[in-house]
């Protein structure tokens, strides 16, 4: 097994995808406790599916660089839906559930209308469960992403006391006067950030995964925020490694096997959660 | 000059108004307490109080020296809060957000601050246990260690004592009493008409008619004997 792996590792892709995934890994699971707290862990889901549909329209007018329009579309929409906890007609869940299968319906329908490609199927499945993209990145997709996750990093660890507090208690935080709605706006911005990216590494089906399952393993073990999102980074961390080598090692499709790797640590968490009492 | 002045303050949603217009006053050192029945706009009249939604109509002037944003706040213990994974320093040190503006993280002064109040709510032996899974009582606690880090003028308490057994519920209004005689103003949401007339200087009676007076005035009241003999009726 170990020179198999080596012999991978000689690729250029394979590195690639290793680095790529560790940093979206990190990313998503840092954010991720913030939104399982807010009641917010299918945001990830309903983002991802109308960045699903940007990528669709992108690919119709045949965009070279699809960043270009997915990311706008993603960040605007992130900011749309965690306004909607306030008050809207429409609550945050139902919201959510909307725009995550209107968008997905639409860019399925925009692809199949308007698409040029022989393998539509393909396309569309790669898109759903990023089954190759991640070993067919580009040098410059793989600095784009490092560019961006070394950012998103930076700014959480910069405003990680104002996430807390923002989390925590938003009321309270306004009443005191800290501007709770820049910082429930930049959450949605680093949110979009992150969802853009991973949707290269588990496609668009299964990020979600990639933001709550890390969150709520770390929540079984730990007691204080901190301890919780450490954790939480270091086990999603893991479970992309793990994910992405045994992909490589048995040729099963990278998304799901990192997902499967994250199901399985939740169920370990669990487990010891439960040995020790809580 | 008063913290707070009110003047024919109306409160509601969307331009609709709840209560009909209230006149207060609330001076330093003052232990206020606000009650009515439920519906009646208590909790409309906390959110204007704290600035998080605006008057319907009337002023609502805030002076002596107090900042708008310098009202601590004990909310009601929400959905969030109780699953949620912090430790009893992180939250109390939430409280000194505010004072950090864009800095990011906090200083010396603001851990110390953190470290003060949590003895003098005598929570400094919980500080590293999780939230949640600590009493009710002891929760209270912690937020108002988290309210007193935020402001030493004006603490705002919703129902402070609601979901509290008997025993803890006394300590927590000595507690809060205390807090007043240090010299903190207190104003308090409350259902317990007959602990807010043995805690508070002023009542602030809420609903289709307001009343607004000093503890004693408020007994001779007619509103105040109808409700305190209501009380009593009650079983305790």
């Known amino acids: 097994m170990i020179e198999t792996l080596m012999m991978y590792l000689q690729y250029p892709f394979v590195r690639y995808a290793i680095i790529v995934g560790v940093l979206i890994a990190l990313c998503s699971s840092l954010l991720g406790v913030t939104l399982v707290l807010k009641r917010f ?10 960045a699903f549909g940007a990528m669709a329209i992108a ?8 960043m270009v329009l997915v990311l706008p579309i993603t960040v605007i929409s992130a900011v749309l839906l965690l306004r909607t906890g306030q008050n809207t007609r429409i609550k945050g869940d139902a919201a959510i559930a909307m725009i995550s299968v209107g968008a997905l319906a639409f860019g399925y329908l925009i692809m199949n209308l308007f698409s040029t490609s022989s393998n539509l199927s393909g396309d569309v499945c790669s898109t759903l469960f ?3 993209s991640i070993l067919t990145l580009t040098s410059k997709e793989v600095w784009i992403c490092t560019v961006l996750s070394v950012v998103v990093v930076i700014v959480f660890v910069l405003f990680y006391h104002k996430i807390f507090a923002v989390t925590f208690d938003e009321t ?6 800290v501007n709770a709605n820049a910082y429930n706006l930049l959450i949605a911005i680093v949110i979009a950030v992150i969802i853009v990216l991973a949707m290269n590494l588990v496609g668009s089906l299964l990020i979600s995964a990639l933001v709550i399952f890390p969150a709520l393993s770390a929540m079984r073990l730990f007691k204080n925020f901190r301890q919780v999102t450490v954790a939480s980074a270091v086990i999603s961390v893991i479970c992309a490694l793990l994910g992405l080598v045994v992909s490589i090692w048995q040729g099963t499709p990278v998304g799901s096997t990192i997902v499967a790797a994250d199901v399985a640590a939740f169920g370990i968490c669990y487990l010891a959660g439960r040995l020790q009492g809580r | 000059m008063s913290y707070i002045i ?15 217009a209230m006149n207060f006053v609330v001076n330093k050192g003052d232990y206020l307490c606000i009650v009515g029945e439920n519906g009646s706009g208590k909790s409309t009249l906390m959110k204007t109080l704290l600035h998080l939604q605006e008057p319907v109509s009337g002023e609502l002037i805030v002076g002596d020296g107090l900042k708008a944003n310098e009202i601590g706040y004990l909310p009601q213990q929400t959905l969030v809060q109780r699953d949620f994974p912090a430790s009893v320093r ?7 957000q505010s004072r950090c503006g864009l800095r990011p993280f906090y200083n010396r002064e603001e851990k110390t601050l953190a470290a003060e109040n949590m003895e003098r709510m005598g929570i400094t032996a919980l500080a590293d246990r999780c939230y949640r899974e600590l009493s009710g009582g002891q929760q209270q606690r912690v937020l108002l260690a988290r309210a007193l880090c935020a402001t030493q003028k004006v603490l705002l308490l919703d129902e402070p004592v609601s979901g509290l057994d008997p025993k803890v519920t006394i300590e927590m209004y000595e507690l809060i009493d205390k807090l007043n005689r240090d010299g903190i103003t207190i104003i308090m949401i409350s259902h317990d008409i007959a602990a807010a007339v043995r805690y508070a200087s002023h009542i602030l009676h809420v609903g289709a008619t307001v009343f607004f007076g000093n503890t004693e005035e408020y007994a001779e009241s007619d509103i105040g004997k109808f409700f305190l003999r209501q009380e009593g009726g009650e079983e305790r």
Do not use: P
């Open chain 2, 90 to 96: 992180e939250i109390v040190l939430s409280g000194c």
């Open chain 1, 130 to 132: 990023g089954s190759t």
């Open chain 1, 41 to 50: 862990s299918f945001i990830g889901d309903g983002l991802s599916h109308v």
């Open chain 1, 59 to 66: 690919s119709v007018v045949n965009l070279t660089n699809k």
């Open chain 2, 6 to 20: 009110a003047k024919d303050l109306r409160v509601g949603y969307e331009g609709k108004m709840i209560a009909d």
């Open chain 1, 172 to 177: 309270f935080a306004k009443a005191t006067g």
